[in-house]
């Protein structure tokens, strides 16, 4: 479907709100007065012209432009012979006609470095490589009327990218999407799709795809993103620094917090997320007192109280979709009860052995394993579950407080390759240019009576992105303290700055 034909019914402008739907047998020029209320001919005559020529005609390439071109070199030699169609999606309605913000398909952004939405990467075999395309929707149209008529024209959604500045901007030759369905029809030899982001385009394809092979595609493009390339890695430290800032932001509110309710926090990390990034990369969990315990506590509408551990996992996805995934567990009134302490000291200690775990040539799961391993021996002390340790280890009894693994590759996605094999992933090696969560955590649920009361309610997790290098390993966020006297010292005089500003 072509944004022509999408007139919307109702709009918040009375000259589009007036437009009857159109078709393509109906050329918007062509309605006359009467089939348009409130458009006379003379408007529509005097709104196709007098604009300015706005072409952009210094366009630099965009940042990421040589990575983008040698992910597709690789994406090509992987599949010889094949033509590979990578859509962005489409938007979504959250309801009526009002639609989510769009995000493009990590694998689009991924090989293209654009985020335009029902755009598609076309690579077409050719010699002994591929030709690739970027198929895109033009600048809207101003004889027909759509710019302003149709709901989807730029005077309502901004303006596009005219296909030539977009072919500056992402180094690939462009095309009109509005012909790719036809062209996918008629084209020759074997096809794969990324699948899940465009219907239309999947429907175009249907008698030339088949399921297992377009999983191959999907796999490949997940493994290809497992060891980050320079510019990935400079985009994922951008967005652990406004991660901090916005860690630092929360500290700075938390007695409005108190006054009002953990959508305050939520509010005030969204902020720094909107401001300096694209948006958070997943949805914050702002988890006060016994919501902590709760894996993905995304409603954040309950109390904050001073005495209570603030469990805040959240992290700012940068303009180029890049998202840090950081967990701090706070003291909402800055001190660690003594019990507090000792359950957050032993989570404490078992990132630390994780962290210890992350080094080129080691398994992926080692650093999940040290940190369960502390764990472990820490409820076996406090008396919670009966060692010895290894028995525990060995049945998983310890997974009654610790829930979930102790990470996963971070990137784009903030549960990054998801689709890759798991002998290149869960069961692989680490190598240098792996980015990784070490996330480990102790949750005791406010109705677990295995525990003693006092225990029930508290859930702590540490979460930091750690680099693989050549050597060992590099926190990326480091510059948020993790120690609990850290974390008080870091919090007390975040809130000293405030109240001495007044
Ligand atoms: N924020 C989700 C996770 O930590 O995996
Ligand atoms: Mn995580
Ligand atoms: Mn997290």
């Given at each position: 479907?072509?944004?022509?034909?999408?007139?919307?019914?109702?709009?918040?402008g009375?000259?589009?709100?007036?437009?009857?739907?159109?078709?393509?047998e109906?050329?918007?020029?062509?309605?006359?007065?009467?089939?348009?209320?409130?458009?006379?001919?003379?408007?529509?005559?005097?709104?196709?012209?007098?604009?300015?020529?706005?072409?952009?005609?210094?366009?630099?390439?965009?940042?990421?432009?040589?990575?983008?071109?040698?992910?597709?070199?690789?994406?090509s030699?992987?599949?010889?012979?094949?033509?590979?169609?990578?859509?962005?999606?489409?938007?979504?309605?959250?309801?009526?006609?009002?639609?989510?913000?769009?995000?493009?398909?990590?694998?689009?952004?991924y090989?293209?470095g654009d985020?335009?939405?029902?755009?598609?990467?076309?690579?077409?075999?050719?010699?002994?490589?591929?030709?690739?395309?970027?198929?895109?929707?033009?600048?809207?149209?101003?004889?027909?009327?759509?710019?302003?008529?149709?709901?989807?024209?730029?005077?309502?959604?901004?303006?596009?990218?005219?296909?030539?500045?977009?072919?500056?901007?992402?180094?690939?030759?462009?095309?009109?999407v509005?012909?790719?369905?036809?062209?996918?029809?008629?084209?020759?030899?074997?096809?794969?799709?990324?699948?899940?982001?465009?219907?239309?385009?999947?429907?175009?394809?249907?008698?030339?795809?088949?399921?297992?092979?377009?999983?191959?595609?999907?796999?490949?493009?997940?493994?290809?993103?497992?060891?980050?390339?320079a510019?990935?890695i400079?985009?994922?430290?951008?967005?652990?620094?406004?991660?901090v800032?916005?860690?630092?932001?929360?500290?700075?509110?938390?007695?409005?917090?108190?006054?009002?309710?953990?959508?305050?926090i939520?509010?005030?990390?969204?902020?720094?997320?909107?401001?300096?990034?694209n948006d958070?990369?997943?949805?914050?969990?702002?988890?006060?007192?016994?919501?902590?315990?709760?894996?993905?506590?995304?409603?954040?509408?309950?109390?904050?109280?001073?005495?209570?551990?603030?469990?805040?996992?959240?992290?700012?996805?940068?303009?180029?979709?890049?998202?840090?995934?950081?967990?701090?567990?706070?003291?909402?009134?800055g001190?660690f009860?003594?019990?507090?302490?000792?359950?957050?000291?032993?989570?404490?200690?078992?990132?630390?052995?994780?962290?210890?775990?992350?080094?080129?040539?080691?398994?992926?799961?080692?650093?999940?394993?040290?940190?369960?391993?502390?764990?472990?021996?820490?409820?076996?002390?406090?008396?919670?579950?009966?060692?010895?340790?290894?028995?525990?280890?060995?049945?998983?009894?310890?997974?009654?407080?610790?829930?979930?693994?102790?990470?996963?590759?971070?990137?784009?996605?903030?549960?990054?390759?998801?689709?890759?094999?798991?002998?290149?992933?869960?069961?692989?090696?680490l190598?240098?240019?792996?980015?990784?969560?070490?996330?480990?955590?102790?949750?005791?649920?406010?109705?677990?009576?295995?525990v003693?009361?006092?225990?029930?309610?508290i859930?702590?997790?540490?979460?930091?992105?750690?680099?693989?290098?050549?050597?060992?390993?590099r926190?990326?966020?480091?510059?948020?303290?993790?120690?609990?006297?850290?974390?008080?010292?870091?919090?007390?005089?975040?809130?000293d700055?405030?109240?001495?500003?007044?």
């Amino acid at each position: 479907m072509t944004v022509a034909d999408e007139l919307p019914a109702v709009t918040d402008g009375a000259a589009a709100a007036a437009a009857p739907e159109a078709s393509e047998e109906e050329p918007i020029e062509q309605r006359k007065n009467g089939l348009y209320p409130g458009v006379s001919d003379e408007l529509a005559e005097n709104m196709k012209s007098g604009w300015a020529d706005t072409e952009l005609r210094d366009l630099r390439p965009v940042a990421q432009a040589a990575e983008t071109a040698a992910r597709r070199a690789a994406l090509s030699a992987r599949f010889p012979g094949e033509r590979l169609v990578i859509p962005a999606g489409n938007l979504k309605t959250r309801s009526n006609d009002t639609e989510y913000p769009f995000r493009a398909s990590v694998e689009y952004a991924y090989l293209t470095g654009d985020q335009t939405e029902d755009g598609v990467l076309v690579l077409e075999p050719k010699g002994d490589g591929h030709v690739a395309t970027l198929y895109l929707l033009p600048r809207s149209n101003r004889e027909n009327g759509e710019f302003w008529l149709s709901g989807h024209g730029e005077l309502w959604v901004g303006r596009r990218h005219s296909l030539t500045e977009a072919e500056k901007l992402y180094g690939i030759p462009v095309a009109d999407v509005r012909e790719i369905a036809d062209e996918l029809r008629g084209a020759t030899g074997p096809v794969r799709v990324v699948r899940g982001y465009d219907a239309g385009i999947e429907a175009a394809l249907t008698d030339k795809v088949t399921a297992e092979r377009d999983e191959e595609l999907r796999v490949f493009l997940s493994e290809a993103r497992l060891v980050k390339d320079a510019f990935e890695i400079g985009e994922l430290q951008k967005a652990v620094d406004s991660t901090v800032r916005g860690f630092e932001d929360v500290v700075r509110v938390l007695d409005r917090a108190e006054a009002t309710s953990e959508r305050y926090i939520e509010g005030t990390f969204f902020l720094r997320a909107r401001v300096e990034g694209n948006d958070v990369g997943y949805g914050t969990i702002a988890a006060a007192g016994p919501h902590a315990c709760t894996l993905h506590w995304v409603r954040n509408d309950g109390p904050v109280r001073s005495g209570d551990l603030l469990l805040l996992d959240a992290g700012v996805e940068t303009h180029s979709y890049y998202t840090a995934d950081v967990t701090r567990t706070l003291p909402v009134n800055g001190r660690f009860t003594e019990l507090q302490k000792k359950i957050y000291d032993a989570v404490y200690e078992a990132q630390e052995a994780g962290i210890a775990a992350v080094r080129p040539g080691g398994k992926f799961r080692d650093f999940h394993d040290a940190a369960q391993h502390v764990l472990t021996e820490k409820l076996v002390e406090w008396g919670l579950v009966e060692g010895p340790v290894e028995r525990v280890l060995e049945l998983g009894l310890q997974r009654r407080w610790t829930l979930h693994g102790t990470g996963h590759m971070l990137g784009m996605d903030v549960h990054d390759c998801a689709a890759a094999r798991v002998e290149s992933y869960v069961d692989g090696t680490l190598e240098p240019g792996m980015v990784l969560t070490v996330e480990p955590g102790l949750y005791f649920q406010a109705d677990d009576l295995t525990v003693p009361e006092e225990y029930r309610g508290i859930g702590v997790r540490i979460e930091d992105d750690i680099l693989v290098t050549e050597d060992g390993n590099r926190n990326l966020s480091a510059a948020l303290p993790r120690r609990s006297d850290e974390v008080e010292a870091w919090m007390a005089a975040l809130t000293d700055s405030k109240d001495s500003k007044g």
